[in-house]
């Protein structure tokens, strides 16, 4: 395992595991049904308590990634059913497509952070090894409901202005921003699947739902309009208060 924690981030060292883990899940580094590495084995790996450790796995399993066997271990869960979604071109933001369903945008920044790069963000954005990201954060709303915890990750030097974008972003369209800050617009999805998950207790707090209520988790790779890797967004969406293609 290649990916640093850092103690100096304001991500939890929990979360960071967490996303490194469920990232190794979805590259096919162990098998359904394969035994992970016990807590022990993963707080030597990556220089941090079992207590973490445990706290990661935890989340994991109660969005079910991984499941507990009594006296045996943890294993990775059966493939989740993962609904691949088409976006050639034409994306819609949450803001336009909250509008056209008369309903009225909104958004709180809860964080905007500089922090490592995982692999597939490497990989994706085209960046070199040992690479930042910026992290934005946002909780979405429709007509003041909480509908969307939204995780969207861009190339730091790029966009290394986004770290003072808290007002501009508050109650404001993402995708409008980026294009009239940087001339750049998501256009379209290299990838785009939606699955169920069981939501964490991090998620449930933002999203006024209950621990363990299933919602969609969506992972897309955006382009812009010219094809080139412009962000990745991870969010998880309360489906049934709204249900919408982003």
């Known amino acids: 395992m290649d990916f640093q924690l850092n103690e100096d981030s304001l991500i939890p060292l929990y979360q960071q595991l967490m996303e490194d883990i469920k990232a190794a899940l979805t590259e096919g580094k162990y ?9 022990s084995e993963l707080s030597e790996l990556y220089h941090v308590s079992r207590i ?75 960046l070199p090894p040992q690479s930042d990201v910026i992290f934005l954060q946002r909780v979405r709303t429709a007509d003041g409901e909480p509908i969307m915890l939204e995780n969207n990750f861009f190339p730091y030097e790029p966009f290394k202005g986004l770290l003072t974008a808290y007002e501009d972003l508050t109650n404001a369209s993402l995708f409008d921003y980026l294009e009239s800050r940087y001339g750049r617009r998501p256009e379209s999805t290299v990838s785009c699947t939606l699955e169920i998950v069981r939501a964490s207790s991090e998620q449930a707090s933002y999203l006024s739902v209950i621990t363990g209520d299933p919602m969609f988790y969506m992972n897309a790779y955006f382009l812009d309009g010219e094809g080139k890797p412009l962000m990745i967004g991870r969010q998880y969406i309360v489906g049934s208060r709204f249900v919408f293609n982003i």
């Open 31 to 39: 098998a359904p049904d394969e035994k992970i590495p016990s807590e």
């Open 52 to 126: 973490t450790v445990r706290r990661a796995v935890e989340e994991l399993c109660s969005e079910g990634y991984l499941v507990k066997k009594q006296g045996k271990g943890t294993y990775v869960s059966q493939p989740k059913v993962i609904r691949k979604i088409t976006q050639d071109k034409d994306v819609m933001g949450f803001s336009e497509a909250c509008r056209a369903c008369g309903m009225e945008p909104g958004a709180q920044v809860v964080n905007i952070l500089r922090c490592p790069a995982r692999s597939d963000e490497v990989r994706f954005l085209g």
